[in-house]
C-alpha cells in the first residue's frame, strides 16, 4: 500500500532565509507526487505535482521540488520565504490508473520568524 | 470563482444526533473525494466517488459512516450517531478525471468543521 512521510511535524525559519520540507513516500512505482497548502481554516491549494519528465518541478509562489526515485522522496524548497508562507504542507501521492485515490502525509507547520 | 462548494461550513451536534455534510464538485468533474481532518492531524482519505457509483470506500468507518454521489445534487457524507470523536474538518475534493488519470488533481472545499457536543 501507498503511504508518505513527512518526518518534520513543525519548522521554524526566519523570513528571507531558505526552507526544504522532507517528504518520502512508499510505493511499488513510480507515483504521482504532489505537494499541496493548506492556510488556517481554508482548504488545500495545490503547489505543484510531478508526473512525469523531469524531475525538478516548478509550483506556484516560487516553490520547487525534485523527484528523487533512488531515495524515494520529493522534497520541497523555496530559496527565500516570505512572512505570508506560514501554513501547513502535505505531501501527497497518487497512484496511476483512474480509479485511484491520493493518499496525504501528515504535514508540515512552517512558521516564519521575522 | 465557481469552486468545490461545501456546506454547511460550521456545524454542531449533540452526540447521537446525525450529521450531513454536502459538497458540489467543481463543474465538469464527476470524481468526488471525501477527507477527514482531525485536530493537529493530516488528512485521511475516507472515500471516492463517481456519479453514483462508489469507487473506493476503504477510508470510511464500517458504521455510523455512509457516503453518496447521486446523479443531481451533491455528494452526502452522512453521520448517523454522532460521537464526539467525530468532531474534525471534512474536506471534499472533485477532480475532472481520477486522481491518477488526467492531471490528477484535486480541487478542495474549504472544509466543514463538525463538533460534537
Known amino acids: 500500500a501507498q503511504s508518505v512521510t513527512q518526518p518534520d511535524i513543525h519548522i521554524t525559519v526566519s523570513e528571507g532565509a531558505s526552507l526544504e520540507l522532507r517528504c518520502n513516500y512508499s510505493?511499488?512505482?513510480?507515483?504521482?507526487l504532489f505537494w499541496y497548502v493548506q492556510s488556517p481554516g481554508q482548504g488545500l491549494q495545490l503547489l505543484l505535482k510531478?508526473?512525469?519528465?523531469?524531475?525538478l518541478v516548478q509550483g506556484i509562489k516560487g516553490f520547487e521540488a525534485e523527484f528523487k526515485r533512488s531515495q524515494s522522496s520529493f522534497n520541497l524548497r523555496k530559496p527565500s520565504v516570505h512572512w505570508s508562507d506560514a501554513a501547513e504542507y502535505f505531501c501527497a501521492v497518487g497512484m496511476r490508473g483512474s480509479a485511484s485515490k491520493i493518499i496525504f502525509g501528515s504535514g508540515t507547520r512552517l512558521s516564519i520568524r521575522p | 470563482n465557481a469552486g468545490v462548494m461545501q456546506n454547511p461550513r460550521h456545524l454542531v451536534r449533540r452526540r447521537g444526533q446525525e450529521a450531513r455534510l454536502r459538497c458540489s464538485p467543481m463543474?465538469?468533474?464527476?470524481?468526488v473525494y471525501w477527507y477527514r481532518q482531525l485536530p493537529e492531524e493530516g488528512l485521511k482519505f475516507m472515500v471516492y466517488?463517481?456519479?453514483?457509483?462508489?469507487?473506493?470506500e476503504s477510508g470510511m468507518p464500517k458504521e455510523r459512516f455512509s457516503a453518496e454521489f447521486p446523479k443531481e445534487g451533491p455528494s452526502i457524507l452522512r453521520i448517523q450517531q454522532v460521537v464526539r470523536g467525530d468532531s474534525a474538518a471534512y474536506f471534499c475534493?472533485?477532480?475532472?478525471?481520477?486522481?491518477?488519470?488526467?492531471?490528477?488533481?484535486?480541487?478542495f472545499g474549504e472544509g466543514s468543521r463538525l463538533t460534537v457536543l
Open positions: 463543474k465538469g468533474h464527476s470524481h
Open positions: 510531478y508526473f512525469s519528465g523531469d524531475t
Open positions: 466517488l463517481q456519479k453514483e457509483n462508489i469507487i473506493d
Open positions: 475534493a472533485s477532480s475532472l478525471q481520477g486522481a491518477g488519470g488526467g492531471t490528477g488533481e484535486l480541487f
Open positions: 510505493y511499488g512505482a513510480t507515483p504521482y
